[in-house]
Structures are given as C-alpha cells and as structure tokens.
C-alpha cells in the first residue's frame, strides 16, 4: 500500500487527531491520485478525508490493545523526535 502510512494502533501515548487526520489524508491522497487539490477536487477530496478518518478512530477504538508497539513511529512523532 503506502509507505507514508504508519500504523497507529498500540502508539503510546494514544495516536493523535493530527495523526489519524494525516494517516487518512494520505490515504486518499494516494488512491485518489490528487495530491494537491483544486476548485474542482477539494470539497470530495476533504469529504473523504473526514471519512476515512471518522472510520479509522473509530476502528482504532473498537479494536484491542496491541501485544507489541508499531515498528515505526508516525512522521509527525518523528519530526517532533528530531526537534526535540
């Protein structure tokens, strides 16, 4: 699928909203082919990010707690990482 896509679920502390939202926009991004909006593609595109990202909280909520921390953290964790 995506390389730009981490896994979210077992983050500690929990994945942020920043983080779900940009998991889910990078998600649409790529199986859309838009990766930078216009007039005529950003109302379906930023719908569809609201969705996949409704979907993805609530699949991270419903699922249970990891054995075994993800293998990579998020990019936003990593720039922060690198700042830090």
């Known amino acids: 699928m995506c390389r730009n896509i981490t896994t979210l679920r077992g983050l500690e502390p929990e994945a942020t909203d920043q983080e779900v939202e940009a998991a889910a926009r990078q998600y649409v991004r790529k199986i859309s082919g838009v990766q930078s909006t216009s007039a005529r593609t950003e109302e379906a595109f930023e719908r569809a ?4 990202t409704a979907a ?5 909520a419903e699922l249970p707690p990891r054995q075994h921390p993800p293998p990579t953290l998020p990019p936003l964790r990593r720039i922060a990482a690198r700042s830090a």
Do not use: C, G, H, P
Request: glycine content about 0%.
């Open 56 to 60: 993805t909280e609530a699949l991270l």
């Open 49 to 52: 990010v609201r969705r996949v």
